[in-house]
C-alpha cells in the first residue's frame, strides 16, 4: 500500500496521500487503526516489539498490530487482514473508541499524525507466527502491569499503545 486515508479531525476523508509524504515533514492527519488481541478476560494483551526495520518507533513495544486501510475497506476488514499478515493468525474484531494523536519520532526520521480506531478481539488459544520484517518479538502481558510499566518507562512504548490501552481497558 503506498497511499493513506487523509481525514480531519472527525475521522472523515478528505482525500488520500502518500504514506511517505503523510508520515514525514509536520506529517499529514490520517485513518489508522489499531489491533488489541486480549486472552483471559482481557487481563492479558498480546503485545510486539516493533522489528528494527521500521522507520518510525523502531524495537519499541507496541499493541498486537496496526496499520492503514485501503480506499474502500472496512476497518475490521483491514484490522483482520493486517493481524493475519503481522501476527500470523486473525480473530473476530470490533470497533472500539477513536481517537487523534500527532508524535514526532524521537529518531528525527518521521512523525505519526493519525485519526486511530481501536479494533479489539479476544484469542484464548491462537498459535502466534509473527513475520519477522514486522516484528522482532512478541509476547502475552499481564494488562495492569502494563499499565503500570508505561508509566514508569514510557519511552519504551509506542506513543499509540500510551494513549490507546487505557482507552479500550475503560470501555468493556
Known amino acids: ?6 481525514v480531519n479531525e472527525q475521522g472523515v ?8 509524504e503523510a508520515h514525514t515533514g509536520i506529517g499529514k492527519l490520517h485513518k489508522a487503526f489499531s489491533v488489541y488481541v486480549f486472552r483471559n478476560k ?3 494483551i498480546l503485545t510486539q ?3 528494527r526495520k521500521k522507520m518510525l518507533w523502531p524495537f519499541v513495544w507496541a499493541n498486537t498490530c496496526c496499520s492503514h486501510p485501503g ?14 499478515e503481522e501476527m500470523g493468525f486473525t480473530c ?9 494523536y500527532r ?15 481501536i479494533l479489539a478481539g479476544n484469542a484464548e488459544d491462537v498459535v502466534v507466527a509473527p513475520d519477522p520484517d514486522e516484528v522482532a518479538e512478541y ?3 499481564n494488562t495492569k502491569k502494563l499499565l503500570h510499566d508505561m508509566e514508569e518507562n514510557p519511552d519504551v512504548y509506542a506513543p499509540w499503545l500510551r494513549i490507546g490501552l487505557p482507552k479500550v481497558l475503560a470501555e468493556k
Not at 500500500?1 to 487523509?6: G, K, Q, Y
Open 1 to 6: 500500500m503506498s497511499d493513506v486515508i487523509l
Open 13 to 20: 476523508k478528505t482525500g488520500t496521500s502518500d504514506i511517505m
Open 42 to 44: 482481557r487481563k492479558e
Open 49 to 51: 516489539r516493533r522489528s
Open 71 to 84: 480506499d474502500g475497506e472496512t476497518l475490521r476488514a483491514a484490522g483482520e487482514r493486517r493481524l493475519k
Open 92 to 100: 473476530a474484531l470490533s470497533e472500539g473508541p477513536s481517537f487523534v
Open 103 to 117: 508524535e514526532e519520532d524521537p529518531s528525527g526520521e518521521g512523525v505519526e499524525h493519525e485519526h486511530v480506531t
Open 139 to 141: 509476547k502475552w502481558m
